[in-house]
């Protein structure tokens, strides 16, 4: 596949999908420990999410870092824009802001509601929330 086909698909995952992982392995069995961390955060939040594998997808796993400015996985996008990896998402998601962005993305119609509970305290279970994207 070349760069611009890949680069296009990126954007385009990035643009349908509220919130967006690109990590190593599946939420459901991460092969990273950082991947494993930014998913868990994600499930938290009871919202759907969608993924990549990019040890499966390797133009994905070469480009996306040329997209995002980047360097390295997993890379976690909402609303469109990269957030960052695992420790920015701890960060977020420790901080309250992670629920704020994904409350203006339910708010504007572009995430459906959670579909758990969230607490700080209290991890949510969305394996159902999930979309995996391949090219």
């Not at 957030?83 to 960060?91: A, C």
């Not at 572009?110 to 509970?117: C, E, G, I, N, Q």
């Amino acid at each position: 596949m070349s760069s611009n086909k890949t680069l296009d698909k990126i954007q385009q995952q990035v643009t349908e999908n509220a919130v967006m992982i690109y990590m190593k392995g599946t939420p459901d069995a991460p092969e990273c420990g950082f991947s494993g961390k930014a998913v868990g955060y994600l499930k938290k939040t009871g919202v759907e999410f969608a993924y990549v594998n990019v040890l499966k997808s390797p133009f994905i796993y070469e480009y996306l870092p040329r997209f995002s400015q980047f360097p390295t996985f997993p890379q976690v996008f909402v609303g469109g824009e990269l957030i960052g990896g695992s420790d920015i998402v701890e960060e977020l998601y420790n901080s309250g802001e992670l629920q704020t962005m994904l409350a203006a993305l339910v708010k504007q119609g572009k995430l459906l509601a959670p579909s758990v509970s969230v607490t700080m305290t209290e991890p949510a279970t969305a394996a159902n929330n999930l979309v995996q994207l391949t090219l």
